[in-house]
């Protein structure tokens, strides 16, 4: 099955995942380089939940999940700020950002790709 055919179903078989609001985006700079570290929710629960990357500056449009979680509260929430603390510790200038889901919904259609420096995404 074709990586933009999975994409497809993944995004329609999570028809309510809607950008959560709050501190759990982010966005992130070096220079330049821009990333965006979004957690997404289905409308009004905290799970399921999805860890979405995006270099901005790099691939626009594209979107990478790193992590998932179907079953364990605050997973998505620990694993964000793990991946954020490590990018500041790489020198990147991370900032909560609420306007960081503009544009989202229009890169969930993106093909997922896992980054090599991270884990893939769990189903926890």
């Not at 078989?13 to 380089?33: F, K, R, V």
């Amino acid at each position: 099955m074709s990586d933009k055919i999975l994409a497809v179903l993944l995004v329609a078989m999570l028809p309510g995942l809607s950008i959560a609001q709050g501190s759990q985006n982010y966005l992130c700079t070096y220079g330049d380089l821009q990333r965006r570290v979004e957690i997404l929710y289905e409308t009004g629960v905290t799970l399921p939940c999805e860890v979405h990357y995006y270099k901005d500056s790099e691939v626009p449009g594209e979107m990478q999940v790193l992590w998932r979680a179907m079953n364990e509260a605050g997973y998505c929430e620990a694993k964000t700020q793990e991946f954020v603390t490590k990018l500041k510790a790489l020198g990147w200038s991370c900032e909560a950002n609420d306007d960081a889901a503009i544009g989202a919904e229009q890169d969930a259609m993106a093909e997922p790709d896992v980054p090599d420096e991270e884990e893939p995404a769990d189903d926890q």
